[in-house]
């Protein structure tokens, strides 16, 4: 069996250069991996859920979705905005490493690597510290040059692309 690879999407738009790098550069089955129980509302959850879905049709790649969503976590945080960012990102790494663990993948990563919007550092040690916990090796990619490009390639393929992170309290501005 080839090595494989799962892969972490938190919308369709982010997807697309993450899935052309990691198809150039290695020679592993890619399967993505749609969960974001932070994405408020819940019809912009779908929205997402739904570019996601496009994105991995287009790139012709198999895609899991998580269905949890859960609104509570993070509209009752009371704690600082970056130690927020630090809980969603923790909670996503989890999911991904847990869910990798128990189907066998050998890595995982995230399309949350090609943001130049998100903590990159602080991400790169949440999911390395995540993978050991697990037992799967987290794949570290700087996907940040790609940015402008997959965004390009959604715009070509009609994706939904959105204008807030994702929580209540990154909609709300905050
Ligand atoms: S701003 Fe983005 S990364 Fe931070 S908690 Fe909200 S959804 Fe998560």
């Not at 509302?41 to 969503?69: D, Q, W």
């Amino acid at each position: 069996m080839a090595e494989s690879v799962l892969l972490h999407i938190c919308c369709g738009p982010c997807s697309l250069y993450c899935i052309d790098d990691l198809k150039r550069n290695f020679d592993y089955e890619i399967t993505g991996y749609y969960a974001n129980p932070n994405i408020h509302p819940y019809e912009e959850f779908m929205r997402r859920r739904g570019s996601t879905v496009k994105a991995c049709n287009a790139k012709e790649i198999p895609l899991i979705i998580e269905e949890s969503y859960n609104i509570q976590k993070w509209k009752k945080w009371e704690g600082s905005n970056a130690d927020r960012c630090k809980m969603c990102y923790t909670v996503r790494a989890d999911m991904t490493a847990k869910k990798a663990s128990e189907l066998g993948f050998k890595y995982y990563t995230s399309t949350l690597f090609v943001s130049p919007y998100q903590n990159h550092e602080l991400m790169k040690e949440i999911f390395e510290e995540t993978g050991n916990k697990y037992g799967v090796k987290f794949l570290y990619r700087d996907f940040r040059e790609g940015f402008r490009q997959g965004q390009q390639q959604a715009r070509e393929l009609g994706l939904y692309r959105q204008k807030y992170c994702g929580c209540i309290k990154s909609l709300q501005g905050e």
